[in-house]
C-alpha cells in the first residue's frame, strides 16, 4: 500500500449530495484545495497543513485522515453509513406506524 492511502476511506458528500470516497492524502489535499477561499476557516487550514505534512512524509496519513474527517464532520460533508440507512429502511418496512 502506498504510503499516502488511508486504510480506510472518508465518503463525503459532494455536488449534489453524491458520495465520494477520499482514499489517499493526495485525494483529502485536493477536495481541500478546491474549497472555496470564502469558506475557509481554521478546520480546513489545520486539515491542508496536515495534507501537506503527510505528503512530505513528516506526519502519518492516518493523522491526516483524521483532520480530513474532522473538517468534513464540522462542514457536514460526512456520508451517512449505508448500514445506518439500511437499518432505517429495515425498521421502517416492519413497522407499520413509522412512514
Request: proline content about 6%.
Amino acid at each position: 500500500m502506498k504510503p499516502d492511502m488511508f486504510k480506510n476511506p472518508v465518503t463525503i458528500l459532494v455536488g449534489l449530495g453524491f458520495p465520494a470516497q477520499v482514499r489517499s492524502v493526495m485525494d483529502a489535499y485536493r477536495h481541500l484545495a478546491e474549497w472555496p477561499t470564502s469558506f475557509r476557516d481554521t478546520a480546513h487550514c489545520v486539515a491542508m497543513k496536515a495534507c501537506q505534512a503527510a505528503l512530505r512524509g513528516e506526519i502519518e496519513a492516518e493523522t491526516a485522515r483524521g483532520l480530513f474527517a474532522a473538517f468534513a464532520a464540522k462542514h457536514d460533508l460526512l456520508a451517512p453509513e449505508t448500514a445506518a440507512i439500511a437499518a432505517s429502511r429495515m425498521r421502517r418496512d416492519r413497522d407499520p406506524h413509522v412512514q
